[in-house]
Nanobody
Framework: QVQLVESGGGLVQAGDSLRLSCAASGRTFGSYAMGWFRQAPGKEREFVARVSWTGIYVYTAYADSVKGRFTISRDNAKNTVYLQMNSLKPEDTAVYYC???????????????WGQGTQVTVSS
């Protein structure tokens, strides 16, 4: 069982930056792929970024809409995954969710554990 708690959301202006954090419980954090997803009102939950770790190498992937602006990272010693968001745009406004899963995938349905979400609002 893994419990996830997100933090770091807020209200910012276009062009600003935010860093989201996701603290995970559980001893096997390092064995899980970690993903960030977001859901805007009236829209489906969508993939933002993911990070996996083989014990040596770290693999990351990003949605095209955030590539070059967002950076995902993980600190296995702290059981925490981060999402650094730069050059934020109004279209980035959504509830951001952290997720953990065994499979390395961009599909929300493949993730087994989810946080409660944190609101990010970007004003123009």
């Amino acid at each position: 069982q893994v419990q996830l708690v997100e933090s770091g959301g807020g209200l910012v202006q276009a062009g600003d930056s935010l860093r989201l954090s996701c603290a995970a419980s559980g001893r096997t954090f390092g064995s899980y792929a970690m993903g960030w997803f977001r859901q805007a009102p009236g829209k489906e939950r969508e993939f933002v970024a993911r990070v996996s770790w083989t014990g040596i190498y770290v693999y990351t992937a990003y949605a095209d809409s955030v590539k070059g602006r967002f950076t995902i990272s993980r600190d296995n010693a702290k059981n925490t995954v981060y999402l650094q968001m730069n050059s934020l745009k109004p279209e980035d406004t959504a509830v951001y969710y952290c997720a953990a899963g065994i499979r390395t995938t961009n599909q929300p349905r493949s993730y087994d554990y989810w946080g409660q979400g944190t609101q990010v609002t970007v004003s123009s």
